[in-house]
């Protein structure tokens, strides 16, 4: 006779073995998605290849990044429901493969048209990761702790990014080859990641033999619902639960602002440094190409610190840790505009831009599981990211228009300042 083993109590802090799982699933999630922005926060570093090869403007090829963007966005509204129904573990491991596919075409573009399209297709697929992410931790993790744990999501993401620079740089300036191996090379790690996660995580603590875990609803009317099974809850049923909920839609507001501003540095810092002639200046201490990673260093912790100071310093209220850090963020994009590019100063001010402009990214995706509880977490992370990403698409060709008819790449940080400040206003509102 066998016996599956439950938890007596999986809600105890203490249980050494239901613990223990919980921090695999966050691990293995984590690792999964430091892979993932390797498949599109590489952009940026190829657009001076591409536009020697194919004579293409920074406004032409702000639209090939809006198109991938946009269809990033598109994919979320989906795929967030998806991993509601079918799972995140599945959902996030076929992202990384496809998307791994989807750079390897790009790889091969010969002008606009064969660009911009496999480049949105990857965008799609990329949507396949997050939010599903999201849902698996949702099932694993109570909403006292939910702070720190996206803290640590957000920080994967935040350290993929230094690996998506570091690796676009090697590509470019260590191996010296071209930029179509940008879209060969790092992408290898995220299928690698892909396959990790699905042979390691498991979608929720039964899939283990322990009791299920008691994740928390943020309102009453939620309570009913999330007793019954998620398979039997349709997805109309769940869209339309999550748009009801009007703080969900202000977040998301104040999300898209934000990352607007995350993006806007994303893609055009490195165009910034790249282009610029500082490395030639007698005081240039650091190879400006360098003097980028500091963008995604700063992001990566900053996402960290502040879903802990969302739990710990302001009781779980997420809005007053986004609006601190977004008004911080808008002030070091500012300083950031009138430091010279190659002085060890700019590193400083440009790695508190990443932290502060991306660390409220861990309290903005607490807050969907807060608001809608965690059987509706993939639906309410996937809405929530489709405002974001919609936003973000808007901002690349307005920023590469500008950058074309000013000829100067700095005016990304005062537009950076401005989103900043929109989105700690919006913030406000997010009050519960």
Not at 50 to 59: D, T, V
Not at 227 to 253: C, F, G, M, P
Not at 380 to 386: H, K, L, P, R, Y
């Amino acid at each position: 006779m066998s016996y599956v083993y439950t938890t007596p109590d999986p809600l105890v802090a203490t249980d050494t073995s239901f613990r223990r799982a919980q921090w695999r699933m966050l691990l293995a999630a984590m690792l999964c998605y430091l892979f993932f922005y390797t498949g599109r926060q590489t952009f940026g570093f190829a657009i001076p290849g591409i536009q020697k090869e194919f004579g293409l403007s920074k406004e032409t090829l702000g639209w090939v990044s809006s198109a991938m963007l946009w269809s990033y966005a598109i994919g979320q509204a989906i795929n967030g429901n998806l991993a509601d129904k079918f799972g995140g573990r599945r959902i996030m491991s076929l992202g990384a493969i496809l998307s791994c596919g989807a750079n390897w075409v790009v790889s091969f573009s010969s002008g606009f048209g064969s660009l911009i399209f496999p480049w949105a297709v990857n965008g799609y697929f990329q949507a396949l990761g997050w939010a599903p992410g999201s849902r698996l931790l949702s099932n694993w993790w109570g909403i006292g702790e939910r702070g720190k744990v996206y803290g640590f999501y957000v920080f994967a993401a935040g350290c993929a990014s230094v690996l998506s620079y570091i690796t676009s740089i090697a590509v470019l300036d260590v191996l010296h080859l071209d930029w179509r191996w940008i879209f060969r090379i790092p992408v290898l790690l995220m299928l690698g990641g892909g396959i990790f996660f699905y042979l390691v995580a498991r979608e929720r603590p039964e899939d283990l033999g322990f009791q299920p875990l008691d994740t928390g609803v943020a309102n009453d009317g939620d309570k009913a619902h999330a007793v019954l099974d998620d398979l039997h809850e349709s997805s109309w049923t769940r869209y339309k639960a999550v748009l009801k909920n009007w703080r969900l839609i202000v977040a998301a507001l104040s999300l898209g602002f934000q990352n607007a501003a995350r993006y806007g540095l994303i893609v055009w810092v490195p165009v910034h440094f790249f282009g610029s002639n500082w490395a030639k200046s007698p005081d240039a201490f650091i190879d400006p190409k360098w003097i980028s990673v500091a963008l995604p260093v700063g992001m990566a912790i900053g996402a960290l610190s502040n879903g802990w100071i969302s739990d710990k310093l302001f009781g779980s209220k997420r809005y007053k840790a986004i609006m601190l850090y977004m008004v911080l963020g808008a002030m070091t994009s500012v300083w950031m505009y009138t430091i010279p590019g190659h002085s060890m100063l700019g590193v400083m001010a440009l790695f508190l831009c990443g932290f502060f402009v991306y660390g409220p990214a861990s309290s903005f995706w607490a807050l969907c599981p807060d608001l809608v509880g965690s059987r509706r977490a993939g639906t309410a992370t996937g809405i929530m990211n489709f405002a974001s990403y919609l936003f973000a698409g808007l901002g690349e060709p307005l920023i590469g228009r500008m950058l074309d008819h000013s000829g100067n790449t700095a005016l990304i940080f005062p537009i950076v300042a401005v989103s900043c400040v929109i989105s700690a206003f919006v913030a406000m509102f997010i009050k519960r």
